[in-house]
């Protein structure tokens, strides 16, 4: 589109103010502002007329159940030798969610170039890729591993892997790919400006990484390579087995269209999104949408039904990733603190949230599968998340658990 079709199209949204500043940049500024303009899916914005903090209709939810360690205890050596043939025969893949921003943490890098080592560095990519190497060692395989970095963070991800060596993963089966952005928009419902020459833009959410990769042909990469299974992780949880054989195992035998890897609340008011049906579909009901009545429901023997809560690291079928790939997914508005261009010209970096921010969510790709296999992991082992410099889910507690799982610091 050139200037005046951009203006045209932009009018139609009422968001022609992105062109204010458009005479004073040089050639190639104004080049790249109309591009990126192109580039922004304008539709986004009518979700806002229905937005009210907070709700979002849900069906009917039902509990679901584990697979419970003691369960899985008495099934590992069929988990496993099941496992380590199809990690052999290279059939699983595995994704590292790094797109996001990681605000809470405060950190002014990639979250995983955080180093959370005392007496020597230890990173949080390096804790990471340490855990698929143990996989790697086990069965003598390299799992391809994917890693999801966004426009903002890309460069320094890919320099950091590169200058540390890949942690001592093969090159050959580290592919990097970056989400999608979408626009930042202010409460008037106006798009905001980064500077004069750029919009606003943030990481599309957690949720779109599967079409990304497609639009990265990556998935006739992991095709080529004989993927059936993908997992797919996040970046804070420094303790989390990825593609271990038992885990491996228990998904493929259950013949399930994806695995969640779940842990026992901590107490049944636990501030984590529990794993159950809705409308027969598996789902993710996050902990404010919980009622009293599921928070205290208990089967015949007194156990808690709604008791199992997700903790970001699933195992999906590749085939019915694919089916699920042109299904439009539900958009969530979070509310952020957006720093942007003034109406003067001058940069505001907000103390409070300022507007809205458009994300997609794994969660949601979880309900759109027909069946699904919670997997309890124990906490004290599997669940270290980094949020937070210190208190709940920080770096602080995910030291102590490293360190109570013998990795030193
Ligand atoms: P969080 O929900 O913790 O978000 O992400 P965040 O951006 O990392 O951190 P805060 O909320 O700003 O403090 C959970 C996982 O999803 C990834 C993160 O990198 C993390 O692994 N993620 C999140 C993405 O890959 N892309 C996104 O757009 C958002």
Redesign the pocket.
Known sequence: MNYGETRTYLEQYGQEHLLKYYDELPEDGQAALLEQIASIDFSMLSLLAGYKQGTSARGVFSPLGAVTVEEIDEKREAFESAGIEALKAGKTAAV??????????GFDHP?GMYNIGETRELFIFECLINNLMDVVNRTGTYVPLYI?T?EINHEETVGFFTAHDMFGYSKDHIRFFK?EMAPCVGYDGRILMEDKGRIAV?????G??FTSMMKAGLVEDMEARGVEYLSA????NVCQRINDPKWVGAVLQSGCDVGAKVVRKADPNERVGVLCLEDGHPSICEYYEMTEEMITLKDEKGALLYNFGVI?NYMFRLDKLKAIAAERMPVHIVEKKIPHLGDDGSFVKPEAPNGYKF?LL?LDMIHLMDTCLPYEVVRSREFA?I??PTGVDSVVSAKALLAENGVAL
């Open positions: 590292l969610l790094a797109g996001g921003q990681g605000t809470r943490l979250k999801m966004s989400q943030s990481p599309n959410g957690n779109g990484w992780f996040s970046v804070d970001l994300e794994i998340p949020k937070n």
